[in-house]
C-alpha cells in the first residue's frame, strides 16, 4: 500500500500540480486511512463501500468534524480513483457514497471601519512599517490568500496599469488593484525593499528583515501586531482579510461573477456565502428608499 500511495501522491504533484497545502492534506488523510486499514488487517485492493462507511463511522466516533470527514472521503476517493485508472483494482469502492452535507458557516468579516482601522497602524517612517502598510493594503485590496501573496515575485506586479498577476499552483488570474494599495505598494518598493533584500537577484514581493521571502507565519505574526495595536476585539487573520474583501466588494454593487473570478473561486457556490451579508445591506437599502418599507 505504501508504494501505491508514494505514487498516488507522485501523480498529484506532477500531474495534477496540486500545491503544497492541499498535497499535504492528501498525504494526511490517505496515511490515516492505512493505518485503520493495517490495524483492522483489511485489504485495501479488496475493501468495499459497507468498509469505508465504517471508516467514517470510526472518524466520527473520534470526534471529526463533518468538514474534517468529507474531506477525507475525497482524498480516499481520489485514491481509488488512481488504483482504477492504474488497473490495481476494477471498480472504485467509493462510487455510492454520499458525502456528508457540510453547513458553511458565515464567515468572519471585519466593518469598513475596523478595516480602515487596521491598515492606519503601521508606522510609515521605517521600512518595517512602508513594508507593512504595502501588505496589509494589498491584502485587503486583492482578497488574495496568504499562501498567493507570499509567493509572488516582483514582476507579477503591474504598476502602469494597477494589477497584479496571481499564478499560484496551475491556475492564474488577474486582479486589479486600487489606488491606495497601490501607491502603498509603490512606496515600499522604491524606498523599503531595496533597503530590505540582502541579494539583488531576489525575486520575492514581500521579504522579511533578513531580506528573504516573507514566510507565512511571519505573515500571520504582522496582522496579529496591528490588531493588537488597533485594539480591535475580534479575531483577525490574513483569511478573514479575504473575507472583509468579498464582503465589502458585494455590498458595493460588485457581481458574485467577478469576485468569483478575483478570489479564484472554481465553484461560484463557495462565492455566494457571502450572499447573506448583501441581503442584510439591501434590507437596510430598501428601508430607506422604498416609500412603503
Not at 512602508?130 to 496568504?146: H, N, P, S
Not at 486600487?178 to 521579504?207: C, N, Q
Request: hydrophobic share 35%; glycine share 4%; with cysteine.
Amino acid at each position: 500500500m505504501e508504494k501505491q500511495i508514494m505514487n498516488f501522491l507522485n501523480f498529484l504533484e506532477n500531474d495534477k500540480k496540486l500545491v503544497s497545502n492541499t498535497l499535504q492534506s492528501y498525504k494526511r488523510d490517505i496515511l490515516q486511512y492505512k493505518e485503520y486499514v493495517e490495524e483492522n488487517n483489511i485489504n485495501y485492493l479488496k475493501v468495499n463501500s459497507k468498509i469505508i462507511e465504517k471508516y467514517f463511522e470510526y472518524l466520527k466516533d473520534e470526534g471529526k468534524k463533518t468538514s474534517t470527514i468529507s474531506r477525507n472521503l475525497a482524498s480516499i476517493r481520489s485514491f481509488y480513483q488512481f488504483l482504477v485508472r492504474t488497473k490495481k483494482i476494477k471498480k472504485d469502492p467509493t462510487i455510492t457514497i454520499q458525502s456528508p452535507k457540510v453547513e458553511k458557516k458565515a464567515p468572519n468579516i471585519l466593518t469598513s471601519k475596523e478595516v480602515e482601522l487596521l491598515l492606519e497602524q503601521p508606522n510609515t517612517v521605517d521600512l518595517k512599517g512602508i513594508r507593512d502598510k504595502a501588505m496589509l493594503e494589498f491584502a485587503y485590496a486583492t482578497g488574495m490568500r496568504v499562501s498567493e501573496i507570499i509567493a509572488l515575485d516582483i514582476n507579477d506586479i503591474n504598476f502602469k496599469d494597477g494589477f497584479v498577476i496571481c499564478k499560484f499552483g496551475h491556475k492564474k488570474r488577474t486582479i486589479p488593484l486600487g489606488h491606495i494599495s497601490l501607491k502603498a505598494l509603490e512606496d515600499y518598493v522604491k524606498t523599503s525593499r531595496p533597503y530590505l533584500i540582502k541579494d539583488e537577484s531576489e525575486k520575492a514581493l514581500f521579504v522579511n528583515i533578513n531580506g528573504n521571502r516573507l514566510t507565512r507565519q511571519g505573515f500571520w505574526k504582522i496582522v496579529k501586531f496591528y490588531k493588537e495595536q488597533a485594539n480591535i476585539s475580534k479575531d483577525i487573520t490574513p483569511h478573514i482579510l479575504r473575507h472583509s474583501f468579498a464582503t465589502h466588494l458585494l455590498q458595493n454593487g460588485a457581481d458574485l461573477k467577478s469576485i468569483q473570478s478575483m478570489l479564484g473561486h472554481s465553484d461560484i457556490s463557495s462565492t455566494q456565502v457571502y450572499m447573506q451579508f448583501q441581503n442584510e445591506n439591501l434590507k437596510e437599502i430598501y428601508k430607506k428608499a422604498h416609500p412603503r418599507a
